[in-house]
T-cell receptor, first 113, second 117 residues
Framework: NAGVTQTPKFRVLKTGQSMTLLCAQD?????MYWYRQDPGMGLRLIHY???????AKGEVPDGYNVSRLKKQNFLLGLESAAPSQTSVYFCASTQGADNSPLHFGNGTRLTVT | AQKVTQAQTEISVVEKEDVTLDCVYE???????LFWYKQPPSGELVFLIR??????QNEISGRYSWNFQKSTSSFNFTITASQVVDSAVYFCALSEGLTSGTYKYIFGTGTRLKVLA
């Protein structure tokens, strides 16, 4: 049972480059989330989705876009990477509107030089 | 606005000592859930416990126990007889209900626990 899978695990970008982080879950979860983790700042919500075809902004959405074309996948895009986007990115999913715990992927460590 | 505060940035204890990690939250919701997650040095986030706002009973799971007090808006986590394997960053989180009917999970900044042999 894979759970939540994030690809890639590591990536180094140059300022201005673009990339897409992929999150895939095999638990048939409705809700999916993208967080970033920075030292001393905990986990901050970037974007989330309550179902296929829907997305919404979180606390720190600027510089990111997302898409949920299929229920099992939630993509996070950086159109023009900046050094401030150097972070560890976590994807999470959960069943639905019952406050069930988040299931997290193992994270993607992104460095923007 | 909803908020989770973990004032302890880092705690160091010697193995077998008891340690309590503090979590204070703010919310306007009358129904809410609180969570604790563990992030070991390997980096993954592991769910430990969920507690709803109507259940103030303390919970114990092995060496772990949680104390939920609505009167002080706190949800503290105690590890009894700590072990080196308990070394990790611990996050407290609060779920916030949204008008869409879904929930947004707000995390504290985490407490790094170091257990020394």
């Amino acid at each position: 049972n894979a759970g939540v899978t994030q690809t890639p695990k590591f990536r180094v970008l140059k300022t201005g480059q673009s990339m897409t982080l992929l999150c895939a879950q095999d638990m048939n979860h409705e809700y999916m989330y993208w967080y970033r983790q920075d030292p001393g700042m905990g986990l901050r919500l970037i974007h989330y989705s309550v179902g296929e075809g829907t997305t919404a902004k979180g606390e720190v959405p600027d510089g990111y876009n997302v898409s949920r074309l299929k229920k099992q996948n939630f993509l996070l895009g950086l159109e023009s990477a900046a050094p401030s986007q150097t972070s560890v990115y976590f994807c999470a999913s959960t069943q639905g509107a019952d406050n069930s715990p988040l299931h997290f992927g193992n994270g993607t460590r992104l460095t923007v030089t | 606005a909803q908020k989770v505060t973990q004032a302890q940035t880092e705690i160091s204890v010697v193995e077998k000592e008891d340690v309590t990690l503090d979590c204070v939250y703010e919310t306007r919701d009358t129904t809410y859930y609180l969570f604790w997650y563990k992030q070991p040095p390997s980096g993954e986030l592991v769910f430990l416990i969920r507690r709803n706002s109507f259940d103030e009973q303390n919970e114990i799971s092995g060496r772990y126990s949680w104390n939920f007090q609505k009167s002080t808006s706190s949800f503290n986590f105690t590890i009894t007889a700590s072990q080196v394997v308990d070394s990790a960053v611990y996050f407290c989180a609060l779920s916030e209900g949204l008008t869409s009917g879904t929930y947004k999970y707000i995390f504290g900044t985490g407490t790094r626990l170091k257990v020394l042999a």
